[in-house]
């Protein structure tokens, strides 16, 4: 019986973190980490001193000073009197306004213009390349100016509304008014009051829930909101049950029953009464004096920067589906026409679910792109994150270092939550495999 034996282990020396293959990974990375620390170890320091030479301490005590200055365009109470801190968050949700609608409008002319893209209409097809080679090689600042003079010079202003023979008139019903200081709307109310306040019916409103007391991040909820959502979010969990049970009959009996009218009632249906019940009714706008009053005003700068971000991003939205649909096999769509199915939905049913995990990775970061790219909103006066906490509080104040890090960051944590929804959605629509 022969007994092999183990050699005897080399004992550790250093020079084996260099030429020894099973550590010379990890002491290039330990080093790499050192060398990067202490970088920025140099900058805080080399930072803190200038500071310090300046007469300058790092500090945020400037948010709770009074900003004296005022926001245009706002989601939430606000005057000049409050802090600094509560006109960045005014910037804030003004930021998240312009990325949350550009991104929806920009998706849907996207998915629209890339889809014609593939027209086999010559003409349709050569009209939307014209539109994506003009939208994309132009800079989106461009864009953005030349939409906010087209709404000044093209549109009336208020007082060509007033007079006998107006040379405007308002639009929907004389609920709409297209102005050259924005586009005034009806505005949803509850409970119908007089000029006095007093209640003209029976119904009336249930008020507001104030948070936060006095703080920078104060706001009022409707409670007439928190019952029309609680309302809406019932329907459709009741919808989903009308869904499940449809499709537990389907894959028992091979047939479905008919439920989209179940489907819409239990969400249409108790909405409108609770909507009855609270005396829902639109405030239109109407003109008084020099201007309109009442309803929702919807200025000229938010409008222009809305549509010139969504217009120019759908143009390279329309690119990345036009290419999400040629990486789909042909086969597929002519398996589908061979069972008979419509061009339509094809496109709808077949191709675009599968293309779905080419174009959301680029897609992804298009959202980006257009959130960091509302920060030009001051070229047009709309006061969003950049406008409020990088311009007018930071020349107030003097603090460069603290207003432009807080920005950073604030920008780093939008675009970082954004990845991560698209992300949880990329990986709901990918192949699963077993």
Known sequence: MTTVTQPEGRSFRLSMLIYDSRYRSATIQIVALIGFLLLIGWLVSNTAQNLATLGKSVGFGFLGEPAGYDINQRLLDYDSRDTHARAGLIGLLNTLLVAVAGCVLATIVGVIVGVLRLSNNWL????MTVYVEMFRNVPVLLWIVFSMAILIETLPPPSAFRGDEPSA????????ALTN?????????????????NALSWRQGLGDVHLFGDSWIRFDVSLELIVILATLIAGIMVSGLIKTRADRIQNA???????????????????????????????????RGFNFGGGTHLRNSFIALWLALSLYTAAF????????????SKGQTEAAAALGIRPRRIMSLVILPQALRVIIP????????????????????YMDLTG?????????????????????LIY??????????????NNSVKLKER
């Open 124 to 127: 349709v097809a050569r009209l």
């Open 388 to 408: 409020t906490l990088m311009g007018i509080t930071l020349n107030q104040t003097g603090r460069e270092l603290e207003a432009v890090m807080m920005t950073m």
């Open 253 to 287: 009996t091979g047939l479905r029953p008919t439920t989209w009218y179940w489907r819409a009632g239990v969400i249409i249906v108790p909405t409108a009464i609770v909507l009855w019940l609270m005396g829902f009714y639109l405030g239109k706008p109407e003109l």
């Open 169 to 176: 008139s308002m639009l929907v019903g004389d609920s709409v």
């Open 317 to 328: 939205i329309a690119e990345i589906v036009r290419g999400g649909i040629l990486a789909i």
């Open 181 to 197: 200081r924005g586009i005034y709307v009806p505005e949803p109310l509850f409970g119908r009051v007089d000029e006095e306040g």
């Open 362 to 381: 680029p897609l992804i970061s298009q959202y980006l792109n257009l959130t960091k790219n509302s920060s030009l909103a001051i070229a047009v006066g």
């Open 412 to 425: 780093l944590g939008i675009s970082l939550l954004i990845s991560a929804g698209m992300n949880v959605y």
